[in-house]
Every structure is written in C-alpha cells, then in structure tokens.
C-alpha cells in the first residue's frame, strides 16, 4: 500500500458493488470476448490472452461504468439529465448510455476540440455547449451548467460507481481465465486499474497487477511516488486516451492503484507506435495507443519472467485514419 489508511475506501467499495455493477449494467453492456493470442504467446514464451474492450459500441471500456454511473442515479437526477466535459471515451460513453436510457445528456467543449469528435458526439443525440479557448474553460464552464440546470455530472474515473463499474472486467476475466496470473492494465486516471485490481486482488491476492503507461503521460506514477497528486507537463502521445491529471483531490484512484498495482510501466512513443502497428500486421487487428501500451509490456519482455497466463486489457480502439496511415506508411517502408 503506498498511501495512508484504506480503511475508508473499504467501506465504501468492495467486489459486491462489482458484482451489483455486473447485474445493473446488464441491459446496456454485453460480457466482451477474451482470445488467446498466438503470436504474443510466441513472443513471450507463455499464454498471452487479449481481453477485447475495443468491441463496444463505442469502440472502449468505458461505457461500463458510465453505465453503472447513470443506472444508479435517481428518477429525478435521471430526469434533469447528465453533464461530462469529456470529448474522448469517456464523454462518448456517457452520450451513449444517455441516448439508450433516453436521458438528456450535455458535453462541454471548447472552441478548439476538431470538427471530427463533434460529429460523433452529435450522431449519439449529445447536446453540446461551446465555451472557451481550452478544455479547462469548458471544465469550469461544465460545472456552472450543471449547477444551474441540476445536471448530474458523471466523472471520468474518481467515482466508486465508475470504478465498480470498470472492475466488472476482472470479473470477466477471471471466469475465462482461472488460471491467470498476470493482468496488464493501461493506466491514466486510474478508474479501470482500480477496478479491475479490486476484483482481482479480492478473488485471488496472488494475482499480479501491472499499470501501464506512456512516457509522455506519466502523472499517476508521478504522484504514487510523491505520495501525493501531482500535475506534470504532458507531452504529445499517440496513447491520447491517457492524458489528462489524476485529480488534485483525489479520492479513491490514488490510493486504490496504490494498493493494487504490483509494477507500473512507462512505454515509450516508439513502443506504442510499433505495438500499434504489430497488432494491425500480425492481429489484423485496429487499436488505439492507450491499449498498445499494454501490447508493447509483452512485445518488449518489460515484465519479469514467470510462466503463468498474462491477459492484456485491450482498452480501446478509437484512433484516427489519419494516425494509423502513418504508421502502416512507416512500417512499410522499414521493412522493404
Ligand atoms: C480512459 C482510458 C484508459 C485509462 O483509464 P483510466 O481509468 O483513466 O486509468 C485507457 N485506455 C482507454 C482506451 C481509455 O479510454
């Protein structure tokens, strides 16, 4: 345990939430498959299985506790709606849930998020509210709205019912794989590490619990190490789904991804954009950075050496054409 007393946490949040998640978001989120991947296994001289998150509707885990999250409101808060200031998964999860429950749901953006997510955003009935020149403006702007109008706004990742919902996964993977023993988990907020880790270390504390992160992006394992939340400068990163604080008041990721996790892993930009790229070559398969970081923890032997079962945790596959044609363009011309 790297932070303080848990104590509080425990009573708030145990596999039971995880388990009422499972039964609460049934009707909006389908059990995802779990493949065993040959090539990876090859690589890695043991099973490596892939647990598909990519196939949402969404193309990403996150509907699960935004699902979760919205499902546990009241018929009132239902009722005025919900508010997020997220133009990536997440907004797109909780635009998606809302639109299936027929619940009003409000994005805040800024002028400057591109026409392309807009038009996601759009085709999933969100009502959008522009303000600012940057994602803080639409932030602060976010939280005015929601006061005004009694918008319930739905976190990204801080949340109990978010993470409970995100733990349904290692569940999942469990029921597929008893014997595993080493899980792979992209890691930012903290939202699905702490999840999954409660539900694993719960079931079975001998399994391990990786965090992967990308180089450019490494603020949870910055603030692990000062026992505190930290903000750091971000670079760009190809894992875009892995930017963004941890929260300078943090509540419950911290310390639970303090808790669960046994190593964290920073992946370089290099390393994503090859795993990316291996998974389009030998997996025939599309995903986004933020899921590639896991892929590259096996590609590049990070992990210390067992002979157990390693499941990776594809979180998603939201990536644009454009970022995927220079990748097939640079990979190319390195192997002629
Ligand atoms: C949000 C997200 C993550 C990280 O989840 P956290 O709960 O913020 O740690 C990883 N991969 C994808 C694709 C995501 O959208």
């Not at 043991?46 to 699960?64: M, Q, T």
């Not at 998964?89 to 591109?114: D, F």
């Not at 079975?204 to 394992?221: F, K, L, Q, T």
Request: net charge negative; proline share 3%.
């Amino acid at each position: 345990m790297i932070l303080g007393d848990l104590q509080t946490i425990r009573e708030e949040l145990s596999i039971r939430d995880i388990w009422e998640a499972r039964k609460r978001i049934v009707s909006i989120v389908n059990k995802t498959p779990l493949i065993q991947s040959f090539v990876l296994s090859e690589k890695a001289g043991r099973p490596v299985y892939l647990k598909l998150e990519n196939v949402h509707d969404i193309g990403a885990f996150k509907v699960r506790g935004a699902a979760n999250k919205i499902l546990s409101l009241s018929e009132d808060e239902k009722k005025k709606g919900v508010a997020t200031f997220s133009t990536g998964n997440h907004g797109m999860a909780v635009a998606y849930v809302a639109k299936s429950l027929g619940i009003n749901a409000v994005v805040c953006i800024s002028n400057r998020v591109p026409e392309a997510k807009l038009e996601s955003l759009r085709r999933l009935n969100a009502q959008i509210e522009i303000y600012g020149h940057s994602q803080d403006d639409a932030e602060e702007y976010c939280y005015h709205l929601a006061e005004k109008k009694g918008l319930t706004i739905i976190p990204p990742f801080d949340d109990p019912h978010i993470i409970a919902g995100q733990g349904t996964i290692g569940l999942e993977i469990v029921e597929d794989v008893p014997h595993v023993t080493d899980v792979i988990v992209p890691l930012s907020g903290g939202g699905l590490l702490s999840g999954i880790g409660l539900a694993l270390k719960s079931i079975d504390p001998n399994i391990r619990v990786i965090g992967v992160s990308a180089e450019h992006a490494p603020v949870m394992y910055e603030s692990l190490k000062a026992r505190k939340a930290v903000k750091i400068e971000e670079r760009d990163t190809l894992a875009d789904s892995l930017l963004g604080g941890i929260g300078m008041d943090n509540q419950y990721t911290l310390q639970m991804v303090g808790q669960y996790t046994d190593d964290i892993l920073l992946i370089s930009e290099e390393e994503i954009a090859y795993s990316m790229a291996f998974m389009m070559d030998k997996h025939h398969m599309i995903i986004e950075g933020a899921a590639a970081t896991g892929v590259a923890a096996v590609l590049e032997n990070k992990l210390p050496r067992h002979d157990g079962a390693i499941v990776i945790v594809i979180s998603g596959h939201n990536v644009d054409l454009s970022v995927l044609f220079q990748l097939i363009q640079r990979y190319n011309d390195l192997s002629h």
